[in-house]
């Protein structure tokens, strides 16, 4: 759902890749954790952040998970 509407770029680093080999790299990030009420929750594509593979692991080290800001901020100011 949300490479459908986003495509294959990061949303932090910008990095992008159209092939499909390339592509496998990107990954979808619940900014609420979905385990969260994941029962009565509905989901939405506005929920969901498509971040490569190293992004996505730094997201889940930061206070907050769906500030994609602060970690594009901290990611390309370092």
Do not use: W
Not at 9 to 29: P, Q, Y
């Amino acid at each position: 759902m949300a490479l459908t509407r986003y495509g294959f770029k990061c949303e932090c680093c910008d990095v992008s890749h159209e092939d499909n080999v390339r592509a496998a790299m990107f990954e979808v990030h619940h900014k609420a954790p979905y385990s969260e009420n994941f029962e009565t929750r509905a989901l939405n594509v506005s929920d969901l952040a498509v971040l490569c593979a190293n992004c996505h692991r730094m997201i889940h080290r930061m206070l907050d998970l769906a500030d994609i800001k602060a970690l594009r901020d901290y990611v390309l100011n370092d």
